[in-house]
């Protein structure tokens, strides 16, 4: 049986089997671990939030990345960490089901970046909000079409 997250990408315990690698994110000592197929979309997504929001690198070891585990408090739905497509910034900042972690002028440039790079906020979840929590919100074909995008974009620059 294969095994999916919540946004439809493939899951494993194994992460080798679904391209789960560490990655250096520019400008920071941080690394994440992520899909490969999704992870210019994740990194460049915590590079520009580290450079605009707040900084990711300091302190303790609170950003996350790959883990293979359930959505928290729903028994069977595998999070979407578990693909190796969702991410956690500054945990203890933003804990789980706390609103108005962000100063409210930063939360028009969280949701512009997240745009930008095809996620998800948890911050904007209806009902329990995660305002540490960023995900994939596409298919694997619509990111690398997005990736293909944005490097052409960075052409330019």
């Known amino acids: 049986m ?3 997250s ?13 391209g789960v690698k560490s990655f250096q994110v520019p400008g920071t000592t941080l690394k994440l671990q992520c899909a490969e197929a999704c992870a210019p979309l994740l990194i460049g997504f915590t590079a520009e939030f580290h450079k605009l929001i707040e900084p990711v ?13 359930d959505i928290r408090g729903m028994t069977g739905k595998l999070s979407n960490h578990s693909s190796g497509t969702a991410i956690d910034l500054n945990a203890p900042k933003h804990p ?18 997240a745009k930008k790079y095809g996620l998800i906020w948890g911050g904007d979840y209806r009902n329990r909000k995660d305002e540490m929590h960023f995900e994939i919100a596409l298919p ?10 944005l490097e052409k974009q960075n052409e330019g620059i």
């Open 96 to 113: 789980l089901g706390k609103v108005g972690t962000f100063p409210n002028e930063k939360v028009p440039m969280i949701r512009a970046l």
């Open 140 to 149: 694997p074909a619509k990111v690398a079409a997005l990736i293909a995008k």
């Open 57 to 69: 690198d300091e302190g303790k070891l609170d950003d996350w990345g790959y883990a293979f585990r």
């Open 6 to 18: 919540s946004n439809g990408w493939p899951a494993s315990k194994d992460r080798e089997a679904i």
């Open 2 to 4: 294969k095994l999916i």
